[in-house]
């Protein structure tokens, strides 16, 4: 009798969790995604060989630190909850990795119920890192000083019907000792597939903009050189990028060096839920 309890508590802890959590009577296998992460990919987001067979120790090491940094800030695989997968409320997430020579690039890709909306997410984002790819051979075939490409994301809502993800690169020359960081974002509705806008979210006006840039909290003050939040707020435009959380809490992107020195990096403005504004 014992041995046979065991095999069953065995048996219960080999399910899925959302199998456990939820009634999956409804959910066939073909309907949940098996989480695949392909055999180049380190998870960990963190670069462990040279980025190039031409760059100078400096530069490795400033790929190396760059993404270190992203790494304790991402998640790379997520396996949805079986319910909301079924209902198309979240969406599964793996890396896929592309690794040569000067460019080192993990993108995320999406399973879902409606093999449309899979189709769409992914084609997006892969068309944004192949056009990346892509600049970056054009740029150095053009010069001795080669270019160094790395890619990671940061996954920053699935679930409530919204799928947020940020596509982070970092540029870097072979003799630099510092580069370039870039965030685009991509924001969609998971039972559609379809960009979400600013707009859908009710909108960023300058009134809106400068009100945020006012409470702003103290770190993103404090970053912010006080001469421009002062004598330039006014001149300031709302930026192009932003990401939304689940409960439609928006965060505009500032890229490096769009409001603040180079060394503060890429600022994330909360803009708080915009359809109560």
């Given amino acids: 009798m014992r ?17 456990m959590a939820h009634d999956a009577s409804a959910v066939t296998s073909e309907t949940v995604p098996v989480v695949k992460v392909s055999p180049n990919v380190n998870t960990t987001g963190i670069v462990s060989t040279r980025i190039s067979d031409t760059a100078a120790p400096t530069t490795n090491k400033a790929v190396r630190e760059n993404s270190d940094k992203e790494a304790r800030a991402s998640m790379m695989v997520m396996a949805p909850n079986a319910n909301n997968f079924y209902q198309r409320l979240q969406v599964g997430v793996s ?24 189709k769409k997410i992914n084609k ?25 490409l790395y890619i990671t994301y940061d996954v920053k809502a699935n679930g409530n019907g919204l799928f947020s993800v940020l596509i982070k690169s970092y ?17 969609f509705n998971t039972t559609s597939g379809q960009r979400v806008s600013l707009s859908d979210f009710g909108g960023v006006n300058k009134e809106k903009l400068q009100k ?12 912010v050189n006080s001469g421009i939040m002062k004598d ?15 409960d439609h809490n928006v965060f505009l992107i500032f890229q490096q ?3 603040a020195a180079r060394a503060a990096g890429t600022l994330y403005l909360p803009m708080g839920k915009l359809s109560d504004k």
């Fill in 3 to 19: 041995y046979a309890q065991k095999l069953a508590i065995l048996a219960v802890m080999a399910l899925p969790f959302g199998a």
């Fill in 95 to 118: 890396p896929v990795a592309v690794k040569g020579n000067h460019m080192d690039i993990t993108y995320p890709e999406v399973t879902s119920v409606s093999k449309t909306v899979q």
């Fill in 124 to 148: 997006a984002i892969s068309d944004y890192v192949g056009d990346l790819q892509e600049d970056l051979t054009k740029t150095n075939l053009k010069n001795d000083n080669a270019t160094n």
């Fill in 171 to 187: 540029t870097i020359q072979d003799k630099a000792a510092n580069g370039n960081n870039t965030v685009k974002a991509f924001t």
């Fill in 212 to 223: 945020a840039l006012a409470d702003a909290p103290e770190d993103f003050k404090t970053a």
């Fill in 232 to 246: 330039k707020q006014r001149d300031i435009n709302v930026p192009k990028e932003f990401y939304a959380t689940e």
């Fill in 257 to 259: 060096g769009d409001i």
